[in-house]
Nanobody, 130 residues
């Protein structure tokens, strides 16, 4: 199983970025897994940004309060890809962003618990600065 994030970089406050996560090693079953985006800023704990279950076209989503209305999680099951659209970025969004795969027993009751995810990407840096 491999998750590879891309799309990070430096952006000015108010700007937009779209992160991608390419999954491999379980592509035939990608659509059966919940997926999530986490982030970790220097000196802070890793925190959930957004999660999406395996509900197909009616997949449920969850967001951290700090990003609601600004970030959008989406997935393309045919391409085994996960995305995070980030708009109106703020300096406090600066962090390393990680893609994560939910465990087979993933439950929405634990969507924001890191232990609910069993594979992680290497992360991509997003820096919001003027």
């Amino acid at each position: 199983v491999q998750l590879v994030e891309s799309g990070g970089g430096m952006v000015q406050p108010g700007g937009s970025v779209r992160l991608s996560c390419a999954a491999s090693g379980f592509t035939f079953a990608f659509q059966t897994y919940a997926m999530g985006w986490y982030r970790q800023a220097p000196g802070k704990e890793r925190e959930l940004v957004a999660a999406m279950d395996n509900g197909g076209n009616s997949a449920a989503t969850w967001y951290a309060d700090s990003v609601k209305g600004r970030f959008t999680i989406s997935r393309d099951n045919a391409e085994s890809a996960l995305y995070l659209g980030m708009n109106n970025l703020k300096t406090e969004d600066t962090a390393v962003y990680y893609c994560a795969r939910g465990r087979p027993e993933w439950s929405d009751a634990f969507y924001n618990t890191p232990r609910a995810y069993d594979h992680w990407g290497q992360g991509t840096q997003v820096t919001v600065s003027s």
